[in-house]
Structure formats: C-alpha cells, structure tokens
C-alpha cells in the first residue's frame, strides 16, 4: 500500500556539520507533512511541518524541503549538535477527516563529538 | 503548560488479561488520538476522537480494542484477551480543533508475557 518511507535508516554526523535526512512518500493527496525527533524513551516531538503548496519552511536551525514533483521529503538541520541525536520520523496527513498522521520508518541520527 | 500525560509509564500483564491504558490530552485540544509504535518502527494509527466521538477507529487491529473518551478530555485505551503481539508502546496525541499539529505524551509501554 501507499506509504511514507525514507532511504537512510542510520546517519551519523561529525558534530557541527549540516545533517539532511531524506523521507520519500507516495500518496500524492498528501497535503500536509510533518517531521518529528523522538528521543529513546519519549513520545515524538513536533519539529517543524510544511503544506503541500509551500516547497520550503524554514525554523530555528532546521529547513524543510517539498518536492511535489518526486514526491520527496527532505529536513536539513544546521549546526548538528549532540542534542539532535535521535531517531527521525516523517508524517504525512492525506487529507482526509480526522487528520490522522501516517509515520515512516525513522532515519536515527548519530552525532559524534 | 502541561503536556499530553500518560498512564501508567510501563505495564506488564499476562496473556489473555485486560489491560486499560489512560491519557490527559492537552487541556482545550478536542481532537484526541491513539497511536501504536514497534520496536524500530514509526508510530501506527489506531483511532482518532473529535470530542467524546470516535471519528475514525480505522487503525483498530481487531475487536479486542477498544476505546473510549466519555466527556470529551481523558481517554481510555482497552485490550481484551491481550496477546504476546499486543506488546508496543502505545502513544496518545492531542490537537486542538481544525489544527494538524499534534502534540504526543510519553507513551506507555506494554509487555504481555
């Protein structure tokens, strides 16, 4: 079925490099995409969302880029600190009623001193 | 303000036990949401509240589950007959009404042995 996935499922970084983690999805009625960090033992914390007529959000630190055409997913993180260490998701809502949030599988992130 | 709280943080029960999982949303979020996530995996949909309605129990696995949300704030996950399947972390999630942005609690750990 219809899902969204990524392509790396581990990525470490050197502390202070740029990390980008890549999310692709399918369903092209997804209007609305969310990336969340979770970190071991907590529930995922909202980072930072984008709509699908935007191909660009930027937040503290962190840009999200929408490519419609491919339907790719990207969160580039700047400055990587050992506080970014975790686990990566991207979500995806389809637009239908109740805003359910379909997740991928996470990328973890990695940052070595 | 307070977040999403769950309870209890970890439980483990036996085969074939009823187990009741609780979560206090966010105070003013009507939208209330029940999430199951595997070890590794991203979070699974199981059913979304709008108020004290269930607006969408499409992620349900089966009729062992079931859920509830009389008054429209605290919410009540139970499982019947559980099964060593059964075993995740089981998420909750609130958003405030029309919103896409959801907020997750910590979640709570079930081991059926």
């Known amino acids: 079925g219809e899902s969204v996935g990524l392509h790396l499922p581990t990525l470490s970084v050197q502390e202070g490099d740029n990390s980008i983690i890549n999310c692709a999805y399918s369903?092209?009625?997804?209007?609305?995409f969310i990336w969340y960090k979770q970190e071991s033992g907590k529930g995922p914390q909202f980072i930072i969302d984008?709509?699908?007529?935007?191909d660009k959000r930027q937040g503290q630190r962190v840009t999200v880029l929408l490519n419609k055409t491919v339907k790719h997913l990207s969160l580039q993180i700047a400055a990587t600190q050992p506080g970014d260490s975790a686990v990566y998701f991207c979500a995806e809502n389809r637009g239908a009623a109740g805003n359910k949030l379909t997740f991928g599988g996470g990328t973890r992130v990695l940052v070595k001193p | 303000g307070a977040g999403v709280s769950q309870t209890p943080s970890n439980k483990v029960t036996e085969k074939g036990k009823y187990v009741e999982l609780r979560c206090d949303p966010i105070?003013?979020?009507?939208?209330l949401y029940w999430y199951r996530q595997s070890l590794g995996q991203g979070p699974e949909f199981l059913i979304y509240f709008q108020g004290t309605g269930a607006a969408d129990d499409s992620g349900l696995p089966n009729d062992r589950f079931f859920a509830v949300r009389p008054e429209g704030s605290v919410s009540t996950l139970k499982i019947q007959r559980t099964e060593r399947g059964d075993s995740a972390v089981y998420l909750c999630?609130?958003?405030?009404?029309?919103?896409?942005?959801?907020?997750f609690g910590p979640g709570t750990r079930l081991t059926v042995t």
């Open positions: 999630a609130s958003s405030l009404a029309g919103s896409y942005e959801q907020y």
């Open positions: 984008i709509r699908s007529n935007m």
């Open positions: 105070s003013g979020h009507t939208a």
């Open positions: 369903n092209s009625a997804s209007d609305y």
